[in-house]
Every structure is written in C-alpha cells, then in structure tokens.
C-alpha cells in the first residue's frame, strides 16, 4: 500500500486531503503538522482512528525531527502542503512566512532528498515530492481577460505569495539540479467546511450568524477563481497518482467572483437557510461594512486548468452554487467544530490536551 507523508494535515485543504485519502483511496497518510494557529486535529476527527492514518507533531523547520519521521514511517511520496497561508498576517508578520513557507521547504526538500538518495532502485523510480502552491505566485491580471497558465511568469505581490514563489523555485531548482522527481501545483482560492474563521467566506458566514459587521474591502470588486475544497483534494490525489515528473499543473474551478458577489450570494443563502436572524438584523446584507483595501491588494486572479483537465482528466465536480450552499449548511450543522476555533479550546490539542 502506498504511504504518503503529508505536510499540514490539520490545516484546510490538508485536512480535506486527508479525509479524501484515508475515506477513498487505498493509501495510508503520516501527517507532519506543527500544529500552528491554523491546524485543528477536529478536522480529523472521522479518520483519527483509522490504521492507515498516523499523526506527528513536527515543524518542517526541524530537520533532525523530519529525518526521524521519514526514517520511522518510510514514505513512498511526499504532499507538501505545510505553510503560513493567510496573507493579511503575511502583511503585519512576514516572518513566520519566511522561516515556515521558504526556510522549511527547504529543509523538508533537503531531508526528502537525502531520503530519496538512500531508497532502492525501484522505490526511488516511484518516489515524488507534490509541492502544493496558490496562483497567486503570478500576481495580478488587473485590467486584461488573461488567464493564468503553467508558463505565466511569477510577479508576486505580498510576502505569502513572494514566499509561496520562492518556496516553488526551490522545489524546481531540487529537480533540475539534483533530479529529485517533483511535481507543482498552483490552484485557486478554495472554499468549504472546516475552513478557518479568518478566511473571507466562514468569515462572513459567522459574522452573519453573530449580527457583526461583514467586512468587505476596498469597493469589493476584487475577483477571485473559486473551488471547493473538495474538488482540490480529489485533483491533487490525481496528481500525485498519475501526473508526470517535473510537471506543474494548475487547478481552478473556472469560476471568477467578485468578493461583493461572494458575499451577496452568502446574505441569500442565509436568508433561506437560517432564516431566525439575531436581534436587531433585518437583513443580512445590511451588515455588509466596506472598510480600508488591503495594501498592495491583487484585484484579479483567474485560472486556465485546461492542462489537468486534458492530460489527467480532472474536473470540477461542484458548481460555486452548490459549493456554497453546501459551505454554508456545513457551518449550520457544525457549531462545535466553529465555536471551539472561536473560544480557542481547539488550541489545547497543542499542548496534548485535546
Ligand atoms: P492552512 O493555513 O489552513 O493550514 C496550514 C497547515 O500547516 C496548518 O495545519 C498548520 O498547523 C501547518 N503548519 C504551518 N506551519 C508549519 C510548520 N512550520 N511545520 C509544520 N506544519 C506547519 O492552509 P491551507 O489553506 O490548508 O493551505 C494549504 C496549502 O495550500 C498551503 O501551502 C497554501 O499555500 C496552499 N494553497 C491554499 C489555497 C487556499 O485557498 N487556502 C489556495 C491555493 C494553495
């Protein structure tokens, strides 16, 4: 069976992947997770007492620990998908973007690969290293109908994207000058359940639910490639299962939105869907609060997904509509998993706890 070595398991899109592996594929996972603001074992809670799920709490900065964990568990591939993610905290506190996203790439690379040198002929024939990266490592298509291809030069705007890029070029650099088999993928913004309460949409979700201010930036007009979580999960199984070497590929849900949009479209859901507003809340839209643009803020990021969808025959399973009202009834039906993240009990897991 194979085993793959996941980095950021407990995170968003880490998590998905893993429910996605552990509930679907016949592979086992070994998650290295540091456990960071962001990462809630909660998320995995229907596979935490699966065999073929093992959990490590490792920061991929720890290069004696990472060792370890690769000797102990013997990897077949690795799903990097570990980093500091969130870019208005790139902007207030580059640093832990650069020690995590650009420093532990590095080392998790340089671990990967002295692991790879020393594996049999035939295990190192098969082994890969999935790099997990945005689209927005290409910057900003303000002002053209382009869309962002596998051969767009990198023109990143904040220090999450300028790290993510830098953290890209040192996984080809790995490939082209040590031929360690590697594979990049860049997607979209993804939406979902168990998305962390920072985010724009469980944001406005909870901030709705609550009667608070819906924070919109700037005039709203940004427009973002949405893609549900789900459907990121189920393409980068794909990859790392039938992509080829040396390859980057871009995933994206072909569904440009402008955050204004977004944010209407969440109002209506809730209107239906959890129609008892809190006190003094006529509508939901009339929470809507525009404040200071983010500096420096991409106004449009669009996808061209073509090549994965021709050569590996991935596509989008959700449309935005149903994504989002699926989103939106997961966060109803799913109060402890939300309201532990608000209160911050979720962050005694780190300290065994939990
Ligand atoms: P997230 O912030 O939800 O999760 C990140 C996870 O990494 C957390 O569990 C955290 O504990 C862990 N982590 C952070 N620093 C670590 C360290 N030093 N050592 C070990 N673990 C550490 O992020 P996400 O939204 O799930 O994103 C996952 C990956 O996908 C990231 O690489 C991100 O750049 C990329 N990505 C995200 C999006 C998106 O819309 N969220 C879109 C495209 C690509």
Redesign the pocket.
Known sequence: MMKILL?????????ATVRYIIGHCQASVVN?????????LNSLSAVADNPRYHFEQ????NRSELERVFIQHQPDLVM???????VDRSIDGPA?FI???IV?TYTLLEVARSYWNGLDPQRKAAFLFHH?????VFGDLDGTDDLFTETTPYAPSSP?SAS?ASSDHLVRAWHRTYGLPVIIT??????GPY??PE?LIPLIILNALAGKPLPVYGKGNQIRDW?FVED?ARALYKVVTEGKVGETYNIGGHNEKQNIEVVQTLCALLEELAPDKPAGVARYQDLITYVADRPGHDLRYAIDAGKIEQELGWKPQESFESGLRKTVQWFLANKSWWQAVLDGSYAMQRLGQG
């Open positions: 980095t950021g398991g407990a995170g968003f899109i880490g998590s290295v997770d540091k456990l960071t603001y962001a990462g809630n490792v920061d991929i900065c990097h998908l570990a980093a500091e993610s969130h832990a020690e995590t996203n532990g997990i990266s945005t689209d927005e999450y993510k860049n997607c979209s913004n993804n939406y998305h962390f985010k893609l990121h």
